[in-house]
């Protein structure tokens, strides 16, 4: 079924990974895809040219860093123009490596946060009155962590509790034309730099379901809350596998 047939839709680092996999399974059930990247310039190219394969002008890509806002606000501008409408807004993007307490710079401190944090704020200013107009959604990939903070990454895991923090005040300003939802990965796929294998039997361990889950987890519950979640605002689902109910 084009659940989301026609719809517009702008995903934040899409190249790969979560982002990836979400722009092939919301391009599959018919949306038009605006895709933010980086520097995955390539990996971005291919997945355009994936996606267009399938269906032909459904793809439009832009490039720049988040900490940047302003020109990104241009980019999305220009492409709206061109597509005419918004549906939804996904603030993927995320910055994640250590921060230890006594080693950590401002400059660390600042790119966290920009991307994390002060992007998806700025990224809901700039698209509300788009969305507005098709009664849309955003959906901010928090994380787990920010319930349980990573040890080493105290400025990821703040910058992801306010993520959430952010999700709920976003609903209360933007209700009732735009609802604005959360989802938090758990052990989904391995940072890119990978923990050793114990570390990873550990966390495996600790999770109920005793596995890791796939990208499509999240892409699928994206899907739901864009299009069969019309009373959920305000919320954050973990998709984490019950990691964190357990002690």
């Known amino acids: 079924m084009d659940e989301l047939h026609n719809q517009v839709i ?3 680092g899409a190249a790969k990974r979560i982002g990836a996999s979400t722009a092939r399974l919301l391009h599959a059930k018919g949306a038009n895809l605006i895709l933010h990247y980086n520097s995955s310039e390539s990996d971005a190219l291919r997945l355009m ?5 399938n269906r032909a002008h459904s793809v439009r890509l832009i490039k720049g860093d988040l900490s940047e806002i302003n020109a990104i606000k241009i980019s999305i501008r220009q492409a709206l123009a061109e597509l005419g409408r918004l549906d939804a807004l996904i603030n993927n993007a995320s910055s ?10 401002e400059d660390q401190w600042q790119r966290i ?6 992007a998806p704020f700025f990224l809901a200013q700039a698209t509300a009155p788009y ?8 959906i901010n990939i928090v994380d787990i962590y920010a319930q349980r903070p990573l040890l080493d ?10 993520l959430a923090s952010l999700t709920q005040s976003l609903a209360l300003e933007l209700g009732p034309q735009i609802r604005v ?8 796929l391995w940072p890119e730099i990978n923990p050793d294998e114990v570390s990873q039997q550990r966390m495996i361990s600790r999770t109920p379901l005793k596995r890791v889950g796939d990208p499509q ?5 994206i899907l739901f809350l864009l299009s069969r979640a019309s009373f959920i605002t305000g919320q954050v689902i973990n998709v984490d596998g019950g990691r964190t109910v357990v002690p």
């Open 113 to 118: 946060f920009d991307t994390n944090l002060k």
């Open 217 to 221: 987890d999240i892409a699928k519950t």
């Open 181 to 188: 939802n959360g989802v938090s990965p758990g052990a989904i």
């Open 153 to 162: 990454h105290p400025v990821y895991s703040a910058s992801k509790a306010g």
């Open 49 to 53: 040219e994936e996606l267009c394969a």
């Open 10 to 12: 702008l995903i934040t």
């Open 96 to 105: 994640f490596f250590p921060t230890p307490l006594a080693s950590t710079t």
């Open 131 to 138: 969305l507005k107009k098709q009664n849309g959604s955003i």
